[in-house]
Structures are given as structure tokens and as C-alpha cells.
């Protein structure tokens, strides 16, 4: 079945700077690949997604770019706000089987 | 926001005693599932629904039922509670053909077994 690796697991960033956060999958059928952001006390929210028939993505400071052939995946944003402080999650599946997750980033955004 | 209501939001009971939780949605969507959330370990499927009375199992289904007897509930029951099963519970939705579409979550329920 499906793996997904997430790095770095804590991130740390000045407010005004970027943030990327990286995910590998295993499955070569993956074509689908969230990324949610989950608040204390929040369930997670869909940020960005993208499919495989597209290497990137982008909405407003955030963009998600993908590299089929690596099987990797990833988050940027750019002029990182306090606001952004949060728990991320990156996702795959195939359409056949349900999201993989991976086990998160913390990130902090530091005024 | 997706209108995805979890009940009761915060339980705590004792090992042994039966739980069910449940999972309202408005969305008319599909799809439902039901994960678990431990520190360490991300989200996790238990169970999965792709219609009324269809089921299926997710990673961590062991000591879990579901039932769906109507689009818009999918109920999660813990027949034996133990404290490995305490836990974050998150109900999510979602819509259109196939599981490779967004979910949206409710905002959990905290279990605790004590």
C-alpha cells in the first residue's frame, strides 16, 4: 500500500521568510496529493491540492510543486505571517484507495 | 464550511464500556470516514463509507465497527472501550466519483478511556 514520508516533522521560521515542506510516496499510482493545515483544537482544512497531470500549483503564498518521476511532493510559502502557525499534513492517494497521510510539520512563525 | 457536525466532542468513560460516536453531515456528500489522531503518528483511517450500509476497513481497524443507515450519519462504535483507544476522532466528507477528492473534517471528538 501507499507510504508517505513527511519532513522536517518541527520548522521553524522569521515571519516575513519561507517555509517548504517535503513529501515522498511510494505508490507510482498516486495521482492526487493534499495539503491540509490543522489549527489547536481545529480538525484539518484543505489548503492547496494538486493532481499528477500538473507539476504546480499556486494560490496567492502558497504553491505545492510535484516531481512524479522522484515520487516527491511539496509546500511553499512565501512571506510566512504568525497566522500560518499551525500543523501540516500532506496526502496521496490513487482514486482506488483512500488518503495516505503523513505524520505532519509543525510549523512556527516567529514575529 | 463544510457542515460536518461530530457528537459529543469530549467523552470520557471507563475500559469495557461500549462507545459510539457520531458523524452528521449536511453535504448530501458520498463519501465518509472516520480517522484517529495520535501525537506521532498523524491521521489515521480506521473505516471508510462509499454509500448507504457500504463499509470498508481503513489502517487501524481493529477493535472498531461503523454503520451508515443513512447518507447523512456515519456512526463510529467502540464495542469494548480499552485505553489504547484513547484518542482525537475526526469524521470527514467527501463528494464527486472516486476517492481521490478533497475531504473535509469535523472539528473532532476527544475520547478518553480511562
Known amino acids: 500500500g501507499e507510504n508517505v514520508e513527511q519532513h522536517p516533522s518541527t520548522l521553524s521560521v522569521q515571519e516575513g521568510d519561507s517555509a517548504v515542506i517535503k513529501c515522498t510516496y511510494s505508490?507510482?499510482?498516486?495521482?492526487?496529493f493534499p495539503w491540509y493545515k490543522q489549527e489547536l483544537g481545529k480538525g484539518p482544512q484543505l489548503i492547496i491540492d494538486?493532481?499528477?497531470?500538473?507539476g504546480e500549483k499556486k494560490d496567492q503564498r502558497i504553491a505545492v510543486t510535484l516531481n512524479k518521476t522522484a515520487k516527491h511532493f511539496s509546500l511553499h510559502i512565501t512571506e510566512t505571517q504568525p497566522e500560518d502557525s499551525a500543523v501540516y499534513f500532506c496526502?496521496?492517494?490513487?482514486?482506488?484507495?483512500?488518503?495516505?497521510f503523513g505524520k505532519g510539520t509543525r510549523l512556527s512563525v516567529i514575529a | 464550511d463544510a457542515g460536518i457536525t461530530q457528537s459529543p466532542r469530549h467523552k470520557v468513560t471507563e475500559t469495557g464500556t461500549p462507545v459510539t460516536l457520531r458523524c452528521h453531515q449536511t453535504?448530501?456528500?458520498?463519501?465518509m470516514y472516520w480517522y484517529r489522531q495520535d501525537p506521532g503518528h498523524g491521521l489515521r483511517l480506521i473505516h471508510y463509507?462509499?454509500?448507504?450500509?457500504?463499509?470498508d476497513k481503513g489502517e487501524v481497524s481493529d477493535g472498531y465497527s461503523v454503520s451508515r443507515s443513512k447518507t447523512e450519519d456515519f456512526l463510529l462504535t467502540l464495542e469494548s472501550a480499552t485505553s489504547s483507544q484513547t484518542s482525537v476522532y475526526f469524521c470527514?466528507?467527501?463528494?464527486?466519483?472516486?476517492?481521490?477528492?478533497?475531504?473535509?473534517f469535523g472539528d473532532g471528538t476527544r475520547l478518553s478511556i480511562l
Open positions: 494538486i493532481r499528477s497531470n500538473v
Open positions: 470527514a466528507i467527501s463528494g464527486g466519483q472516486g476517492l481521490g477528492q478533497p475531504q473535509h
Open positions: 496526502a496521496a492517494c490513487s482514486g482506488n484507495t483512500p488518503l495516505v
Open positions: 505508490d507510482s499510482a498516486s495521482n492526487y
Open positions: 453535504e448530501n456528500h458520498r463519501y
Open positions: 463509507s462509499y454509500g448507504v450500509k457500504d463499509t
